[in-house]
Nanobody, 116 residues
């Protein structure tokens, strides 16, 4: 059974930090590119950060470059999103996503709220 379980979402003040984690099971984790998406109320889901199957390459949305870092541990089957200098516009549900060819899996999402 494939599972992607996100954790770490919380309420944080502007300028603060959060670390989101995604634990994977039920598929060949190291063969999959791993991504973090987010969806704010009334907006489309957007790609925030991506890492290749062995973590040799990463990509970020312009809005988070320099503030967010994605990294993976293939031995532990986890992917992490370190988020620093958070802004109110980072408020969204964050989703973990695994992709390989035509195969894709999604987690259930974790809420991040940036507010005073």
């Amino acid at each position: 059974q494939v599972q992607l379980v996100e954790s770490g979402g919380d309420l944080v003040q502007p300028g603060g930090s959060l670390r989101l984690s995604c634990a994977a099971s039920g598929f060949m984790f190291s063969h999959y590119a791993m991504n973090w998406y987010r969806q704010a109320p009334g907006k489309e889901r957007e790609l925030v950060a991506a890492t290749s199957s062995f973590g040799l390459s990463t990509n970020y949305a312009d809005s988070v470059k320099g503030r967010f870092t994605i990294f993976r541990d293939n031995a532990k089957k986890t992917v992490t999103l370190q988020m620093n200098s958070l802004k109110p516009e980072d408020t969204a549900v964050y989703y973990c996503n695994a992709v390989a060819g035509h195969s894709a899996y999604w987690g259930q999402g974790t809420q991040v709220t940036v507010s005073l």
